[in-house]
């Protein structure tokens, strides 16, 4: 997504005004819906207070667009006014309204559903299944509830918070997603096994590229240079 200041508030202010224009400019990254009460971090990005605040709940909370470090975070106040000021046509039913109001008109607007479903069923009928041959090593399901979209911290502190009495035996996510992990494998104590074996994460030591070989002539090296 384009970062917001790189734009013209006039242009963009006629554009959505007249419902010819592009309103993905005043789109939250992580809700996809209009900015609610936006915010900037200091990359740049912009998005609604309240996905910020899901974003900056990991013990090392990043930018959900480009990964770096959240800090400090600002009031967009001219996003905020361009969004008072605008209007835009209703992709469901074509009413003019405006952009500070979308959100509640799209929610209550049948149409707008209607529009929604057909989307999601022509994109499922084009578009091929994709099978990417390398495993998702960065977002993991909270084994417990499903919780999609997790990085490392997020699901120790996701687990730790909502099911410390949980005693069900888990599959690690972590672990499955590794070279050498076992999909099949559950832990009998899933939170004291992400406190003692994640508390770091894997990418900063391993290089997934090398084969196994290679990984146990750089052990017997390494091994052999400490003594």
């Not at 910020?52 to 909370?61: D, G, I, N, S």
């Not at 146990?216 to 400490?226: K, P, V």
Request: net charge negative; proline share 5%.
């Amino acid at each position: 997504m384009a970062m917001l200041g790189g734009f013209s508030s006039a242009q963009h202010k006629k554009n959505a005004s007249d419902g010819t224009g592009d309103v993905s400019e005043f789109l939250c990254p992580v809700c996809l819906e209009i900015f609610d009460s936006p915010v900037r971090t200091q990359c740049g990005h912009t998005f609604c207070q309240s996905c910020l605040q899901e974003c900056l709940r990991p013990q090392k909370p990043v930018c959900a667009v480009c990964r770096a470090a959240l800090g400090h975070c600002t009031k967009a106040v001219e996003v905020e006014a361009l969004i008072q000021a605008s209007a835009a046509a209703c992709k469901g039913c074509g009413t003019q309204v405006g952009l500070s109001q979308m959100r509640a008109h799209t929610a209550s607007c049948s149409k707008f559903q209607e529009y929604i479903e057909e989307g999601v069923r022509t994109t499922a009928q084009t578009q091929p299944a994709i099978i990417s041959p390398v495993p998702n090593r960065y977002t993991f399901t909270c084994p417990y509830c499903n919780c999609p979209n997790l990085d490392q911290d997020g699901l120790v502190e996701h687990c730790t918070s909502l099911h410390s009495r949980d005693s069900r035996q888990v599959v690690c996510p972590i672990c499955a997603s590794m070279p050498w992990g076992d999909p099949n494998y559950r832990s009998a104590d899933f939170l004291q096994h992400l406190k003692i074996r994640h508390t770091f994460s894997y990418d900063t030591f391993v290089d997934y590229s090398t084969d196994e070989h290679t990984m146990i002539q750089e052990a017997l090296q390494r091994s052999l240079l400490d003594h």
